[in-house]
Structure formats: structure tokens, C-alpha cells
């Protein structure tokens, strides 16, 4: 039976303070008058405006970034002394290159002038943003032109950008200038000697520290050609130039690359494949080449660098379809794992990165997260991502290399998440300057009781535990495949006894639902949270349990009709406009999914997409952003923006591909070496689903999903291709 929820509590008056060291991201107000153009390649990302232009007065995050700094800050074509006149501006599809089309904004009203045409065409490629400008004259008789580029580099570590003070800068040194090129130059506190290059092809009539012109004729029905190359980072000065169609086309090729060996999808309903398309190609443009192989930048523009957490779950909701994201995740982790105690990093031998930083203010350590090893979660994914990962490869030769690894993370969950030895991870953070709050949800007011008080630590979260659990059976899976029956036994037997003491603990019928938390005095957080989903995506919520969360997030205290919030309606903290209090993540919606799908409960999972896919038709591009406010959804409405949200966000752009897996019940039987389709079900907006390429081993399928009345056919090719397929319901 459906218990109703208590009025919302009076919220109290609390001594704990939020301070600079929570790490929130600083906005102004009226930033979201257009939607940024982002580019990315490798370290480096560009956030520009409509007109392919950086102008932070107006948008601070706006900028040329490489390796968490910031080498250009201002970037702005004038024609003419104005700015041009606006005519279209738009991403590739595969994310490539920004395409802006202006005409001489002193042809307004003015029929000769309006004959003008410039398009100007902006790729990243080996830390370089290339530009070419094309104007061609459509008029009869020839135009002169005025051309100039104003530019400047603040050199700003991306702390600053986001809103932290430097306790000093570094030395500006003094520009330098050639009849072709200007080079700007910083010497930070760290002694990184950053240098921006910009080049001009051909050479304009002057360039000055801060500007350049061109003064132009052009003939009837002439193009005429300029290229501006952006180099960043301290090499630049000796990097040649590449031609811009040769770095285009190399661009373009790693890209192509990168998506080799995924399967290919396809499905009847042109919005849902924008999205769909949409967040592939996201995802592929946040998937950095490491030397471990690939690994998804968690999001543009804050967190465009390795994060441990984000990475795990972009990789397991990816998984499915493209298990060559968790093996470069996996790998990457593993080599840079924690092995001694770091208390200003919060690191401990076999505990799993939370971030690293290359920026300034991180070398020196104003801020902890050169290394940083504040999450507690990462760990026990990260042993979770590895088992999930073998089922769905049999890839022993990886096993192998990362298992001494498995088994320092298990260290780390016996000797140090236990902080009390009540035998629950818990997490309380070594350093003023890290995370006060280090699960998932980890902003400073994150965590709190039932009449909104912040919890003190040691804090020992819902979905950690589930976690753990995930992690100790994924463990014991892969010993037994090493040979190691006792561990194995060992380890089942700790998942079992984790899976009693959590039920036991952490359910409370008052509010029908698995609490937030437990804090320092192992009192309960009574307040209901999409935490609690998470505990289906393991399996460590009972059958009868799971039920009752799956009622309760389907509710509308939770699901505002675009998406599952990340607390009730009900709470004392609850604020749809909130960070981590009321709004909606996608990839939180798509954890939950997964573990809906899981215990069977699969029409939650058809409403719930069919949600986020009508969210995602009013995001500028299909892109599905980081979060986005939990308002109730009303008819003839759209989403609320969330302020200062990354677009893309790697795990956001994986929701999709969680979603579909959860409807579809895809599962891989390696030794058998087929593919297994359970109950699938489609939402009513979805016809078919064509998957072309499904990879198990060196074999694959291509299957077809297609709604025949209330129920879902699945058809493959005649010409199996060394995989077999089984349906079962």
C-alpha cells in the first residue's frame, strides 16, 4: 500500500556553513540569452558564442581551453568597425566544426553591402584551433572590406574561471609580434611557461598585441580566403601549422576511429535518432585518446578532464553497445590508483581517482585536485565496472593486468572505507580543502536529515553500499575465473552478510523507501532520494523492496513527467532549482533504469524515456545537458535550464544507451557466445529499433526490435555471424 508522505518541514536554522572549499560554480544572471558552441579535441576545448566569437564580459566561461587553462579570452571578428550581421550558426552532426554565416553589417537597409558573404569555419585539432574566414562578394561591382581580429589571453586556471580566486597570478610576459603572428606568454607559479600563438595566412596589413587588420578589395563574384590558427600550450611557438583541409580531415578520421567497433543504431522515429545521434557524437567528442586507450572527459566546460566516477558510469550505461570505452577506463584507473596514504588529496593505497588537474592553481596545490581521490564510490565501481565488463567480453588478457589492482581496491573497502567497522563504507574527508561531501551528489548541502539538517560524518550512503555489494559479487565472479575458489567463497559470503546488515539498516517503513544515508551517530537520513533507485541497478534491494522503490520514484513526488527527481517533492531541502535537491539528472535516470530492468519492472522504464526523450526535443541541439531543473511538468511548457549546466556531459550523453538496453534486455553469454534478448518493451513513440553490429567476441549480430501489438518481435539477419541469439521471456 502507497504510504502518504508528511508536509514538507520547516527548514532550520544550521551552524554549517557553505564556503569557497565546496567548490560551487559562480553565475551571473542572463547567460543563457544563447546557446554556447562547444568544440573539443584531446585536452584542448573551445566554448564560443553564435558568431564563433569569445567575448567573457558577456559569457564568462567562454574561452580557448587546454589542459584546465584558459589561452584565449577574448576573440572577436569586427567587419567594417561592427560586428557582423548574424545569418545561421551550427555545429557539425559529428561535432567537427562550427559553421557561422554573416553578411557586412553596414548592409542593413543597404542593397549593395547586403551582396557580402562571410562564413567562417572553426575545428580543434592537436591543441590548435584552426579558423578559415570566406568572403565572397555576390554583388556586381567590387566591395572593400575592413577586416579585423581583436584578441587577448587572461591565461585564467579554470578554478578562476569558475569562480575561485587565485591567492596571486603569475607574470604576464610581454607580447610579442610579427608580421604574421602574436605571441602571448604567462610564467605561472608553478614555473609552466604557457604561450598562445596566433598565426595569420595570409599576412594582414598590420598586427598589433591585440588586434590585426586586413583592409580587402573583392571583385564581383570573388572568395577570397583568410586562416587564423590558434596554438596553445608551451610548444606552440616551435608546432608548424597544418593546412586547414588536412587537420579537418585528420580531425575527422579520429572521430571515425573512435566509433570503429561500436554498434550502429537506428530506430523509427527521426527526433528520438537526433538525440540519439546527438549524444553519440557527444560522446565520442568528450572520449579523450589516453595512453591506456579511451577515456570520456566528463563534461564541457568544468570538468573536461578524467573524473573516475563519471568515467565508470559513462562506461557502464556505454557498455553494450561499445565495450572499448570500460576498457580504456579500467585501464587508466588501474594505473593511476592510490597507493599511499595522502591525507591533502584524501588518497589511500588501492583507492580509485576522483579527478586530476593540470591547471595552475592545481600544480601548486591551491586546489587539491592534481590527484584527488576524494569519492568514495569510484572504488567499489570501479571493481563493479570490472566485473560487468568481463561478463560482456571474456576479455582474460585485461583481467590478468588489472586484477592486482581488484584486489588493492578490495583492500581499500576492508582497511579503510570501513571507517568504524560496522561494516558499511563510509566516507569523511581527510583535508578542509577537499569535498565535504563525497558520493555522487556532492554538493555541500547534499546529504541531510528529515527536517533538513546536514548530516555529520563519518556519512555512510545508500547506493555506496549497493555498490560494494556489486563490487564484492563482481570479485568473487572474476576469482572463480582465476582459479581462486576460496576468495571467492570469502567475498560471496561478505556480499551476502553486506546485503542482511544493509536491508536491516538502512530500509525504514515510515517512509517506505531506503534512506538517504546513515550519519557519524548511524542515525538514519529519513529523507527519500533517487539514491535509493540505485540499489536496483546491484541487486541488493529484496524483490518485495524493489517493488516499492520502483512505486515511489514512478510517483509524482518524484517524476516531474520530464525525468525521476533527485529527492522527493516532500523533503525539507527540496528545491527544483537546486544542484543536487530537487533537479533532474539524466544519468541518474538512467542507473535507475537499468536496475528497474533488472528485477523486471519494465514499463517504468518505457514511461521514464519517453520523459527524457520529450525533455530532450526542446534542448538546444537533442543534448541532453548535465541536469536541468525539477519543476512539474504543465502542458504547452519545456524544461527549465539548469544555470551554468555542462553540455555535453559524458554521462548525461550515455543515458540514452542505458535507456535503450534497459527496454531492450540485451545480455551477452561469452562462453556460449550469444546474445540474449529478455522481455523487451517499447514506449509507444518507438516503432522499431534497428541495432546493426552487435559484437560479441570476434562475431556479431544485426537485429531489428519491432512492436506487433502489445508485444515486441525480434528479428536478426539470416547470415549469423559466429554468434548465436536467445530470446527468452
Request: net charge neutral; glycine share 6%; with cysteine.
Amino acid at each position: 500500500m502507497t504510504k502518504h508522505p508528511p508536509p514538507p518541514q520547516v527548514l532550520p536554522e544550521t551552524s554549517t556553513e557553505l564556503n569557497d572549499s565546496d567548490y560551487h560554480i559562480h553565475y551571473d544572471s542572463g547567460h543563457l540569452e544563447w546557446p554556447r558552441k562547444v568544440l573539443k579535441q584531446g585536452d584542448t576545448f573551445s566554448v564560443l558564442n553564435p558568431y564563433g566569437n569569445i567575448i567573457t564580459q558577456e559569457r564568462p566561461e567562454e574561452g580557448i581551453f587546454h589542459q584546465d587553462t584558459r589561452f584565449l579570452s577574448h576573440y572577436e571578428l569586427r567587419v567594417n568597425s561592427s560586428a557582423p550581421l548574424l545569418l545561421s550558426s551550427s555545429i557539425s552532426r559529428d561535432n567537427t566544426i562550427l559553421n557561422v554565416h554573416l553578411s557586412d553589417p553596414s548592409g542593413s537597409g543597404n542593397e549593395a553591402h547586403d551582396n557580402i558573404h562571410i562564413a567562417r569555419s572553426i575545428y580543434l585539432w592537436q591543441g590548435t584551433q584552426q579558423e578559415r574566414l570566406k568572403v565572397k562578394n555576390y554583388g556586381a561591382e567590387a566591395e572593400s572590406l575592413l577586416i579585423q581580429y581583436v584578441y587577448d589571453s587572461d591565461f585564467a586556471d579554470i578554478f578562476e574561471v569558475r569562480g575561485q580566486r587565485p591567492h596571486r597570478r603569475g607574470k604576464r610576459l610581454k607580447t610579442k609580434t610579427d608580421t604574421s603572428s602574436v605571441t602571448m606568454q604567462y610564467r605561472g607559479r608553478d614555473q609552466c611557461l604557457r604561450t598562445t600563438r596566433i598565426v595569420f595566412d595570409p599576412a594582414p596589413q598590420t598586427v598589433s598585441p591585440n588586434s590585426c587588420t586586413y583592409l580587402i578589395t573583392i571583385k564581383p563574384q570573388e572568395i577570397i580566403c583568410l586562416y587564423i590558427s590558434v596554438l596553445c600550450d608551451g610548444d606552440s611557438a616551435a608546432r608548424p601549422v597544418r593546412s586547414f583541409a588536412s587537420g579537418l580531415r585528420a580531425s575527422r578520421r579520429r572521430l571515425r576511429a573512435k566509433r570503429q567497433t561500436a554498434t550502429r543504431i537506428y530506430t523509427s522515429n527521426e527526433l528520438f535518432n537526433e538525440w540519439l545521434n546527438r549524444s553519440l557524437a557527444d560522446l565520442y567528442m568528450l572520449t579523450t585518446k589516453t595512453q591506456h586507450g579511451l577515456y570520456p572527459y566528463a563534461g564541457i566546460p568544468w570538468f573536461s578532464t578524467p573524473f573516475g566516477r563519471d568515467g565508470i558510469i559513462t562506461a557502464l550505461q556505454s557498455l553494450w553497445m561499445d565495450p572499448s570505452i570500460a576498457r580504456g577506463v579500467l585501464l587508466f584507473l588501474a594505473d593511476n590508483q592510490a597507493t599511499a596514504l595522502v591525507p591533502e588529496s584524501d588518497a589511500a593505497p588501492g583507492k580509485i581517482l576522483h579527478e586530476t588537474r593540470m591547471g595552475e592553481m592545481a600544480n601548486i596545490g591551491e586546489v587539491p585536485f592534481k590527484q584527488y581521490y576524494g569519492s568514495v564510490d569510484s572504488t567499489p565501481l570501479f571493481i563493479f565496472l570490472a566485473g560487468e565488463y568481463f561478463a560482456r567480453t571474456g576479455d582474460h588478457d585485461l583481467l590478468q593486468k588489472i586484477w592486482p589492482n581488484i584486489q588493492r581496491a578490495l583492500g581499500w573497502l576492508d582497511e579503510y572505507g570501513d571507517l568504524d567497522n560496522d561494516g558499511f563504507v563510509e566516507y569523511s574527508r581527510e583535508t578542509n580543502k577537499g569535498l565535504a561531501n563525497q558520493g555522487w551528489k556532492d554538493s555541500a548541502d547534499a546529504i541531510f536529515h528529515r527536517d533538513g539538517t546536514l548530516a555529520q560524518g563519518p556519512i555512510a550512503l545508500c547506493e555506496v553500499q549497493a555498490y560494494v555489494y556489486a563490487a564484492r559479487q563482481s570479485a568473487a565472479q572474476l576469482a572463480r575465473v582465476l582459479g581462486r575458489a576460496t576468495q571467492a567463497d570469502k567475498l560471496e559470503k561478505q556480499a551476502q552478510q553486506l546485503k542482511e546488515r544493509f536491508n536491516t539498516a538502512f530500509w525504514n517503513d515510515s517512509i517506505g523507501t531506503y534512506v538517504l544515508a546513515l550519519d557519524g551517530m548511524k542515525r538514519q537520513c529519513e529523507v527519500r532520494s533517487s539514491n535509493a533507485g540505485h540499489t536496483l541497478l546491484t541487486g541488493i534491494a529484496s524483490p518485495e523492496r524493489a517493488i516499492m522503490v520502483a512505486e515511489q520514484l514512478s510517483s509524482a513526488v518524484f517524476f516531474s513527467g520530464w525525468g525521476i527527481r533527485t529527492i522527493a517533492t516532500t523533503e525539507a531541502r527540496y528545491n527544483p532549482m537546486s544542484y543536487h535537491n530537487g533537479s533532474i539528472w539524466p544519468h541518474d535516470n538512467g542507473l535507475i533504469a537499468m536496475g528497474l530492468s533488472r528485477y523486471g519492472i519494465r514499463q517504468p522504464v518505457a514511461t521514464l524515456t519517453q520523459g527524457l526523450f520529450e525533455a530532450a526535443n526542446f534542448m538546444d541541439l537533442h543534448r541532453m545537458p548535465e541536469l536541468f531543473c525539477g519543476f512539474s511538468r504543465r502542458a504547452k511548457t519545456s524544461p527549465i535550464h539548469y544555470p551554468n549546466a555542462c553540455a555535453p556531459q559524458a554521462w548525461a550523453c550515455s543515458t540514452v544507451l542505458a535507456l535503450l538496453n534497459a527496454m531492450l534486455g540485451i545480455s551477452f553469454d561469452v562462453k556460449a557466445r550469444q546474445i540474449r534478448v529478455h522481455r523487451p518493451i517499447l514506449p509507444p513513440f518507438l516503432e522499431e529499433v534497428h541495432l546493426q553490429g552487435l559484437r560479441l567476441g570476434d562475431g556479431s549480430l544485426d537485429l531489428t526490435f519491432r512492436r506487433v501489438g502489445d508485444d515486441v518481435a525480434v528479428v536478426t539477419d539470416a547470415k549469423e555471424r559466429g554468434v548465436g541469439l536467445v530470446i527468452t521471456s
